[in-house]
Nanobody
Framework: QVYLVESGGGLVQPGDALTLSCAAS????????MGWYRQAPGKERQLVAI???????TYADSAKGRFTISRDNANNTLYLQMNSLKPEDTGIYYC????????????????WGQGTQVTVSS
């Protein structure tokens, strides 16, 4: 079992910056890929950025150049640095983690946090 708790959301104005954190606990050594997803008002949950256990990253087009995903494996924490925030960045940001169980290739299990609200408004 993996437990994820997000923090760092808030109310900001366009152009401001926020850094979100996701603290992982439980079977943290089983975690492989982690990511951030956004649920915007009236829209489906979408990928923002992902990062592998080795540090390789992938970003949604809307996040490229403005957001940076990182992870501190020593402290079991995932981060999302968000700069130059826009109103369209508004939504609930969820932390996600894949956990591999079993021998060899194994079986992947998916875990979600409860989310943290980010509101960008003038």
């Amino acid at each position: 079992q993996v437990y994820l708790v997000e923090s760092g959301g808030g109310l900001v104005q366009p152009g401001d910056a926020l850094t979100l954190s996701c603290a992982a606990s439980g079977s943290i050594f089983s975690i492989t890929t982690m990511g951030w997803y956004r649920q915007a008002p009236g829209k489906e949950r979408q990928l923002v950025a992902i990062i592998t256990s080795g540090g390789s990253t992938t970003y949604a087009d809307s996040a490229k150049g403005r957001f940076t995903i990182s992870r501190d494996n020593a402290n079991n924490t995932l981060y999302l640095q968000m700069n130059s925030l826009k109103p369209e960045d508004t939504g609930i940001y969820y932390c996600n983690a894949y956990s591999r169980q079993g021998k060899g290739w194994g079986t992947l299990f998916n875990y979600w946090g409860q989310g943290t609200q980010v509101t960008v408004s003038s």
